[in-house]
């Protein structure tokens, strides 16, 4: 299958520092990745769909300002989380979709702590 | 928008033993099913998708099961193995647009 990867997959900062995870699609091109956030023993929610070249779609409730959403080419998108506080502590997961099949893949993830 | 609910939240089963997990859907167009396995801590991996225009669609020891007009699919997992045990998520999208996860079943097969 195809492979997404995650960078970084844990990492730990200080309340109102800014975080950045980037999200790959190594051996595809990807026009639209997916940011998830998953809360521990809880489901996937959708934050926000990245759009290559364009501004990313957010979902309902999602600080758009808070979560910053580039997607510069056909192979990166990044998440940055502005001024992180303890309660933005989760797992943050991208995925990409081949576009011939539909099929998503997922990144390994990034477990975000803020202290 | 697409609502999707999955149950049960938790199953138990003997090694041997079949797993069924169940999901309905809320739009009627979507007409892509995919479901997924996530050990802890790791991504979630695809196991079996399904698309509208199908019924059924097995792989070995997995099957999933499509029923457009009440709206609601199935995974099923037959000779279950310990290494079986996760946590699956079933989802549902309109062709390539957003998946919508369903909350997730805890499978644990006792040897």
């Known amino acids: 299958g195809a492979v997404v990867s995650q960078h970084p997959s844990r990492v730990i900062c200080k309340s109102g520092t800014s975080v950045k995870i980037e999200c790959r699609s190594l051996?595809?091109?990807?026009?639209?990745m997916f940011w998830y956030r998953q809360f521990p023993k809880q489901s996937l929610m959708l934050m926000a769909t990245?759009?290559?070249?364009?501004?990313?779609?957010?979902e309902q409730g999602v600080e758009k300002d808070k979560f910053l959403i580039n997607h510069a080419s056909l192979t990166l998108s990044t998440l940055t989380v502005t001024s992180a506080h303890p309660e933005d502590s989760s797992f943050y997961i991208c995925?990409?979709?081949?576009?011939?099949?539909?099929?998503?893949?997922f990144g390994e993830g990034s477990r975000l702590t803020v202290l | 928008g697409e609502n999707v609910e999955q149950h049960p939240s938790t199953l138990s089963v003997q090694e041997g033993d079949s797993a069924v997990i169940k999901c309905t859907y809320s739009d009627s167009a979507s007409n892509y099913f995919p479901w997924y396995k996530q050990e802890l801590g790791k991504r979630p991996q695809l196991i079996i998708d399904i698309r509208s225009n199908v019924g059924e669609k097995k792989d070995q020891r997995i099957a999933v099961t499509l029923n457009k007009t009440a709206k609601h699919f199935s995974l099923h997992i037959t000779e279950t193995q310990p290494e079986d045990s996760a946590v699956y998520f079933c989802a549902a999208s309109r062709g390539f647009q957003k998946l919508v996860f369903g909350t997730g079943t805890r499978l644990l097969v006792s040897p």
């Open positions: 051996d595809f091109q990807a026009t639209t």
């Open positions: 995925s990409a979709r081949v576009q011939h099949t539909g099929e998503l893949f």
């Open positions: 990245s759009n290559e070249g364009s501004k990313a779609t957010y």
